[in-house]
């Protein structure tokens, strides 16, 4: 009796899952605009934007079917008029501030700019100290 219930409770588990890969694409995951311009648009800030699943791809070069669904708003949102810098801020409120190759300043991610500068100065520091007391 356990065991079936761990195994239905498994399988509930995992229709959510099959049922995200089971839709068909967003009709612009896979089709580019009929524009050349605006598609141009889309492709340059898309392969600026990072797959969420893939992590190492933007979603210009993703196959994921997430990627496909945000090439689709990217290339929706391009085709309504909307400016490429507002649809990655709209992305970025949406998924954080991963979602992007291009990081900006905030309050969140300051440290990751300070950082690697503090230690570039200690370390000079560190260097020059060294040299003075070689004399």
Same mark, same amino acid.
């Given at each position: 009796?356990?065991?079936?219930? !761990?195994?239905?409770? $498994?399988?509930?588990? #995992? %229709?959510? =899952?099959? /049922? *995200?890969?089971?839709?068909?694409?967003?009709?612009? !995951?896979?089709?580019? $605009?009929?524009?050349? #311009? %605006?598609? =141009?648009? /889309? *492709?340059?800030?898309?392969?600026?934007?990072?797959?969420?699943?893939?992590?190492?791809?933007?979603? #210009?070069?993703?196959?994921?079917?997430?990627?496909?669904?945000?090439?689709?708003?990217?290339?929706?949102?391009?085709?309504?008029?909307?400016?490429?810098?507002?649809?990655?801020?709209?992305?970025?409120?949406?998924?954080?501030?991963?979602?992007?190759?291009?990081?900006?300043?905030?309050?969140?991610?300051?440290?990751?700019?300070?950082?690697?500068?503090?230690?570039?100065?200690?370390?000079?520091?560190?260097?020059?100290?060294?040299?003075?007391?070689?004399?």
């Amino acid at each position: 009796m356990r065991l079936l219930l !761990a195994v239905l409770a $498994l399988l509930c588990a #995992a %229709l959510p =899952a099959a /049922a *995200q890969d089971a839709l068909p694409p967003a009709p612009y !995951a896979y089709r580019q $605009l009929d524009d050349p #311009a %605006l598609e =141009a648009k /889309a *492709q340059a800030l898309m392969e600026t934007l990072r797959c969420l699943k893939c992590q190492s791809q933007s979603i #210009a070069d993703s196959d994921a079917p997430m990627a496909g669904d945000m090439r689709h708003q990217v290339r929706t949102r391009i085709a309504a008029g909307e400016d490429p810098e507002a649809v990655r801020a709209w992305l970025m409120d949406r998924y954080g501030d991963y979602v992007s190759y291009k990081p900006e300043i905030s309050a969140t991610t300051w440290p990751l700019f300070a950082i690697p500068a503090l230690l570039l100065v200690v370390a000079g520091l560190v260097i020059r100290s060294r040299l003075k007391g070689t004399k």
